[in-house]
């Protein structure tokens, strides 16, 4: 009943930026809680950020200060603006919203490599 495309993902040299989107679909007449997982080759799945449905955020200590999760809820979309961006920061970032629970976008590949 919850359907999440995402964009946004490509290559960057580090110290870049990418801004990631995820736009949810379905029968959906709530503002649900959204955010990002990643998972990179041999790294355990880790959440990167997270929205709640009143627009509170929470950030992995690994991307606090450098990443910035919003949300714009007339077009159901939330935002992963993702600056000073490193090599450790290369993964596969899966959208997700929690609606009684988990939905999972397709996954989008950022690479950040020189």
């Known amino acids: 009943q919850v359907h999440l495309v995402e964009s946004g993902g490509g290559l960057v040299q580090p110290g870049g930026s990418l801004r990631l989107s995820c736009t949810a679909s379905?029968?959906?007449?709530?503002?649900?809680?959204m955010g990002w997982y990643r998972q990179a080759p041999g790294n355990e799945r880790e959440l990167v950020a997270h929205?709640?449905?009143?627009?509170?955020?929470i950030y992995a200590d690994s991307v606090e200060g450098r990443f910035t999760i919003s949300r714009d809820n007339a077009k159901n979309t939330v935002y992963l603006q993702m600056n000073s961006l490193q090599p450790e920061d290369t993964a596969v970032y899966l959208c997700?919203?929690?609606?009684?629970?988990?939905?999972w976008g397709q996954g989008t590949q950022v690479t950040v490599s020189s």
């Open positions: 997700y919203a929690l609606f009684y629970g988990y939905y």
């Open positions: 379905g029968s959906i007449f709530n503002i649900i809680p």
């Open positions: 929205i709640t449905s009143s627009s509170g955020t």
